[in-house]
């Protein structure tokens, strides 16, 4: 059993920031990737940003120079600091994690979500 809880959405206006943070727990043995994906109605849902276990980092375009990731391994804790933000930034926001539950074994959990909306 693994869990992915979110927090941190919410309301905004343009050029505002928020800080999103995904707490892992459960069954852990260690966590691989982790990252942040966000999704519209009526769209499929898109690639934010990536961070590794040693902490490299990948952005989509969209969003580099504005929104940061970050990991905090001893509390299987990833964040997304989001900065400058811009009403196209509005979706759903989803936290994904590989996690290994043993050695061997390694599955991908998805969050439930926190929407972010930002009014222009």
């Known amino acids: 059993q693994v869990q992915l809880v979110e927090s941190g959405g919410g309301l905004v206006q343009a050029g505002g920031s928020l800080r999103l943070s995904c707490a892992a727990s459960g069954s852990i043995f260690s966590i691989d990737d982790m990252g942040w994906y966000r999704q519209v109605p009526g769209k499929q849902r898109e690639f934010v940003a990536t961070?590794?276990?040693?902490?490299?980092?990948n952005y989509a375009d969209s969003v580099k120079g504005r929104f940061t990731i970050s990991r905090d391994n001893a509390k299987n804790t990833v964040y997304l600091q989001m900065n400058s933000l811009k009403p196209e930034d509005t979706a759903v926001y989803y936290c994904?994690?590989?996690?290994?539950?043993?050695?061997?074994?390694?599955?991908?959990?998805w969050g439930q979500g926190t929407q972010v909306t930002v009014s222009s």
């Open positions: 961070i590794t276990a040693g902490g490299s980092t």
């Open positions: 994904n994690a590989e996690v290994r539950i043993l050695l061997y074994r390694k599955n991908n959990y």
